[in-house]
């Protein structure tokens, strides 16, 4: 994971395994810490991964994976949790570049 910000990596210690606990560290600023706590909730390899991804307000992020066929593959991303229009934005934000950069590595 990207910091959308600086498109710098994220330091972590990411393990897909359901139950583990994990940090997403990025550089602190005067509003934030940097960090992003999250535990692994379900891996359903290649279907599906889902986490929560905690930093102030705790959210639930589920990537699946469908094939299509044909060398086609649906990525469904779901986030739930938001309760704030201030979320919401950064949510939107955040997946819209990292959706733009995924689409960049693919072409």
């Not at 583990?20 to 560290?25: D, I, K, T």
């Not at 706590?37 to 599906?48: A, N």
């Not at 934000?93 to 959706?99: A, D, I, L, N």
Request: proline fraction near 2%.
């Amino acid at each position: 994971m990207a910091n959308i910000h600086t498109g710098q990596g994220m330091v972590n210690d990411f393990k897909p395994v359901v139950g583990h606990r994990f940090q997403f560290r990025t550089q602190a600023t005067e509003y934030w810490n940097g960090i992003i706590e999250g535990e692994v909730l379900i891996v359903d390899e290649p279907h599906r991964l889902s986490y929560t991804w905690e930093s102030g307000e705790k959210h639930t992020i589920t990537c699946t994976l469908q094939d299509l066929g044909d060398g086609k593959v649906n990525l469904h991303l779901e986030q739930t949790g938001i309760s704030n229009a201030q979320a919401l934005g950064g949510a939107k934000y955040g997946w819209s570049k990292w959706c733009d950069e995924l689409e960049k590595i693919l072409a």
